[in-house]
Nanobody, 124 residues
Framework: VQLQAFGGGLVQPGGSLRLSCAASGRTFSTKAMAWFRQAPGKEREFVAG????????YYADSVKGRFTISRDNAKNTVYLQMNSLKPEDTAVYYC??????????????????WGQGTEVTVSS
């Protein structure tokens, strides 16, 4: 499975962005997908995840109510709609896929496929 993430950019506090992650290759084997982020000097952290077949979702407390993860099965694409962005949301965002278990893990080591990352900067 190959993943390509895009949609990052510079946005003012309170603004919105939508990230996309397009999957190609053995996409039929995908069980779960997630977004992680990594700010400078910090560890990679879980943001949101989705079960590919059933659509169940899970969010980090820091983004709950502001971010929404969704997927388009026909396009093999997962999205992260980010609203009410804050400066602390600034990070490189990565999409990840797990083709082994239909479980949303908050641990980055659980995912065996990764996109290249897209940078999000929230600043006035």
């Amino acid at each position: 499975v190959q993943l390509q993430a895009f949609g990052g950019g510079l946005v003012q506090p309170g603004g919105s962005l939508r990230l996309s992650c397009a999957a190609s290759g053995r996409t039929f084997s995908t069980k779960a997908m997630a977004w992680f982020r990594q700010a400078p000097g910090k560890e990679r952290e879980f943001v949101a995840g989705i079960i590919w077949s059933g659509g169940s979702t899970y969010y980090a407390d820091s983004v709950k109510g502001r971010f929404t993860i969704s997927r388009d099965n026909a396009k093999n694409t997962v999205y992260l709609q980010m609203n009410s962005l804050k400066p602390e949301d600034t990070a490189v965002y990565y999409c990840a896929a797990d083709d082994l278990r239909p479980v949303i893990s908050t641990t980055w080591r659980s995912y065996n496929y990764w996109g290249q990352g897209t940078e999000v900067t929230v600043s006035s």
